[in-house]
Every structure is written in C-alpha cells, then in structure tokens.
C-alpha cells in the first residue's frame, strides 16, 4: 500500500473528472428538469404526466412485463438450472456455455429473429394455418405477447445463470433426506429448495426485472408504437414532441428503479460476506 | 420414474430451441433466395449476405461502430487503468466515491444517458456528432474497464512492486515493468468485454446519432422499419457470428471468463 495521496489523485482524478462531466452532472441536470416549473421547485410535471392515461397505461405495462417476465423466467430457470446441475461435469461446461452464448449476440439480431419467427408469414403463423386453426394469419408481432416473448429470451440466460450457482450450493443431501422424510415435489420446492437459493432467485430476478423494464430495443423492434414500454414512450415523446419534461419524469422512474434493483443487490452481496 | 428421468433432456432441449432457435433461424433466413422474408426459406443463395456490403449506409455506420467501440474502450482503459491503480495500492481519500462516480453508467439506463450528454454537454459546447458518441462509448465502457481491470490488480501480490521500488526501480518503472506484464491478460478481457458491449449498445448511441453518422445497430433498427428484404438477417447472422468469435477467441487463448 503506497502513501502518497498526491500520486494517488493524479491517477484517479482522470476518471473521475470525466465520468462526473459527461455522465453524472448531465444526467442530474436531466433529472432536475422534471422537479422544475417556471422557475421553482415542484411535482406538477409529475402529477401531469400520470394524469394522462396513456402514460399511466404505458407505466403499468412496463411494470407488468417487468413482473411477468421475471415470473416467467423464474420458473422456467428453476427447472432448466436443475437440469443442467445434474449433468455430468464435462456436458455441465457446454450447456452453461450455450445458455450464455445468446448474451454475446447483439440484442438487435436476436430480437430481428422474432420478425422472421412470429410475422405473418412466419413459421407460427405458417404452421396455425397449415394445421387448420386460421384461415388468416394472426397477428403476433406488434402485440404485448412478442415484446414478452422478445425479452424473456433475452434475459432467460442471466436467471439460468444465477440459479445455477445457487443450486450448485444447495447441500446434496437436503432433496433426497426432505424426500425420506416423505414431503412431496412440491413441499421440496417450497420448504427446501425456494429457502436456500433465495439469494440466486433474487439476484436473477433484479436483473431480469431491471433489463425488462429498460429495454428499449425489443418494445422499439416487437411492439411499435403500438406497445409502448417506458424508454419507447421516451424516444417518442423526445423526438416527436420535444417533450423533455416528460422524458425527465420518465428517467427519474428509471432511474430509481435501477438503483433501488442495485442497491438491494449489494446488501444482499455484503450480507452474504458477513456470514 | 420415467418422466423424472425424461424431465431433464426435455426441459434442456424446450430451454435450447428457445434460447438459440431463433439464432438459426435468422442463419437459414439469410440465405434465402426470395425477397421477402421467410422461413423455410425460399431456395438457396448468398445474395442478400453479398447485399449486405453493398449498401453504403452499412459501410459507413459499421466503421464508426468499429472506431467507437475500438476508440472508445481504448480511452477507457487510459482513464480507467491509473483509477483501478490508485483504488487498490493507494490509500485514495474518497475511494468509494471514486469509485460510485466511475462505475454509475452501467446502472443508468442507456437511453437516459444519451439523452442527458446531449441536452446538457453536446448542445451547449456545440460538439460534433462524432465527437459526442466517442464520450458517450467511453464513459458507457468505463465501469468495465475498471471492474475488470480491478480484478486482476486484486489478483496480483503488491509486494513484488513493492520489491522493485526497494530495489531502486521507480514507481512509473515498476508499473510498467513489473505491474503490467502481469495484468496483461486482464487488460486484453476489459478490451474485448468493452469492444463488444461498446459494438452492440443501442441506446446510448439513439439520441446522439444525427444526419450521417450513425452506430451500426442504429442504422439497422431505421432500415427495418422501410425494407423488409432478408438483408437485416443476414447482417444479424454476420454480426452474431463475429461477437461469438470474437469472444470464442477469448476464452480459447484468454481464459477471459476468469476476469469477466
């Protein structure tokens, strides 16, 4: 450990001085600009914004997805991040690496794939009517089911990930000895397994929440303007109207959600150290 | 007993074909002979990955991609290398708060980010278009950088720098000597990590791209919503395959998932 607090500000001022002109002042000024009226502080631009019942639709949809697909996930991560523990050691370290391999592709060309998959000459829609359920082809895409399908695929990974370090710490006798003692699959779930990987739940489930509720690309490329999530509402609101007070409201809810997810991270992370 | 023995390959196979189906899908999509977008797809032909490199709009938003992510994670790693330095062999007054202020971008969503560098930096200095997302990429790849390259400064014993300065090296001497060589392989994990995040953001880059200069993935997002021919897939399936390379690489001669 050197002593030099001199030498020691030369080198992380930089960083700091940067991240602080470029990304914090701006992004507390953006902020600030929501909280202002004419001059003066105030909440009515909050108290306009959710007065307008698109907005608050457009609220309660961001949070519904968010919520859906962290639910979603949750489950479908439970059964897969079983699945995959169980594997031998060797075919362990290639399904891990195949669930990770969609979060090295751009977000872009995933999402893209679901235009090919769910549009109206797509292979759902070509199979429905091939099978004889629609004369016509169903409409998928720009609905709230392609931008809930869109993100689930796009935050599956971080769930699986996150349940399968949990699992791996679960003791190897707790499931078979609850099983002796006579419980059922699902009293195991509930009583065994759901306490001892809370933590792995909750960490996945933040990041799938989070991501969920600020994703731009997915509602921008599956939903339209017809399905509007919180960024999109932004994006329109900013080009279309030059709303920036608006666009303020909406990066203050982002925003505390983020550092809300964070934050409960990191008390989970330090209580974790602590024992 | 036979459906608990079935659950797990069944489960695994549904999770996969959900996971990278669509993947393949967008591979087979770009080999399509037809002009319009389908699966099955309509013969066989590489015409519209050939497309891909004619269209000049492509040509020029995948050169600024690359100059921003290579550009943008190299200014990172200049301001983020001698930040992780003070923060793990210096006593740095404020080193929490140092290290809030660096790492904040990545909690704040993307968009919000690019909105507030414009409002508030980009308009009022009167900075160019260009100028503007190479700040945005850097502050957007900072908190990697430093994550990263933290990582495996924590790694490495301080008490053979320690030993070179006794040994009358000095301080720059022994970083560059000493410390370096060894943090090499983290350094290189921070880039990639950083070049690929940097290449594949969306948001950061909405607001702030403008007449002309676009980021790759900005430009495809406006493309698709005009034409819908199969060149999209085919630049998707272009640029999935390299981000997959490039990190493959990685973990083969890297073993970058031991610093990310």
């Known amino acids: 450990m050197f002593q030099n607090r001199a030498e020691a500000l030369a080198l992380a001022l930089p960083a700091a001085i940067f991240a602080g002109l470029v990304f914090l002042v701006p992004v507390i000024l953006l902020l600030s600009e929501g909280f202002r009226v004419a001059d003066s502080w105030t909440l009515s631009a909050y108290v306009d914004f959710f007065s307008q019942p698109l907005n608050r639709a457009v609220f309660l949809r961001t949070l519904k997805l968010g919520a859906l697909v962290t639910v979603c996930a949750a489950v479908i991560g439970y059964a897969a991040a079983f699945a995959i523990v169980s594997l031998p050691p060797g075919a362990k370290g290639r399904m891990i690496g195949l669930v990770v391999l969609p979060l090295m592709i751009s977000p872009v060309a995933r999402t893209y794939a679901w235009i090919v998959i769910l549009g109206r000459t797509g292979i759902v829609n070509q199979a429905l009517t091939a099978v004889g359920l629609t004369d016509a082809p169903v409409r998928i895409l720009f609905t709230e089911t392609a931008v809930f399908i869109g993100l689930l695929q796009l935050f599956l990974p971080l769930m699986i990930i996150s349940l399968i370090s949990a699992l791996e710490n679960l003791p190897k006798d707790a499931i078979p000895a609850a099983r002796v003692l006579g419980a059922n699959w699902f009293q195991v779930f509930r009583k065994v397994v759901l306490p001892l990987t809370r933590e792995g739940v909750v960490i996945g489930g933040t990041l799938v929440f989070t991501g ?64 | 007993m036979t459906m608990q023995r079935l659950f797990a390959p069944v489960t695994l196979a549904l999770v996969l074909i959900f996971l990278i189906g669509p993947f393949l899908v967008i591979v087979a999509a770009s080999f399509s002979a037809g002009d319009t977008l389908a699966f099955p797809p309509q013969g066989l032909s590489f015409k519209w990955i050939l497309k891909v490199f004619t269209v000049e709009s492509f040509r020029q938003s995948f050169v600024t991609s690359m100059f921003l992510a290579i550009g943008g994670t190299f200014a990172a790693l200049l301001l983020g290398i001698p930040a992780s330095y003070a923060m793990s062999r210096y006593k740095l007054p404020f080193a929490e708060t140092v290290r809030g202020v660096v790492s904040a971008p990545i909690i704040v969503p993307g968009i919000i980010v690019g909105l507030a560098l414009l409002r508030y930096f980009v308009v009022p200095i009167g900075l160019s278009i260009t100028l503007a997302l190479f700040l945005a990429h850097t502050a957007l790849v900072l908190p990697y950088a430093v994550r990263v390259v933290s990582a495996s400064l924590n790694n490495l014993r301080s008490d053979i720098e320690e030993a070179a300065v006794l040994l009358g090296s000095s301080r720059l001497g022994a970083f560059f000597r000493v410390v370096l060589p060894n943090i090499r392989g983290g350094i290189l994990s921070a880039f990639i990590l950083g070049f690929v995040t940097s290449f594949n953001q969306v948001p950061v880059s909405l607001f702030l791209s403008g007449p002309g200069v676009r980021t790759l993935p900005v430009d495809m997002l406006g493309y698709m919503e005009i034409v819908f021919d199969p060149s999209i897939a085919a630049l998707s399936a272009l640029l999935a395959f390299l981000s997959v390379g490039i990190v493959f690489a990685a973990e083969r001669f890297l073993g970058f998932s031991r610093y990310v």
């Open chain 1, 212 to 275: 969920s509720m600020t994703a731009y690309i997915t509602p921008a490329i599956l939903g339209g303007s017809k399905v509007l999530m919180l960024e999109t509402l932004m994006y329109q609101r900013v080009t279309v109207a030059g709303d920036f007070v608006s666009a303020s409201v909406i990066a203050f809810i982002l925003i505390v959600m983020s550092f809300a997810a964070n934050s409960l991270l990191k008390s989970l992370a330090t209580a974790r150290n602590r024992t």
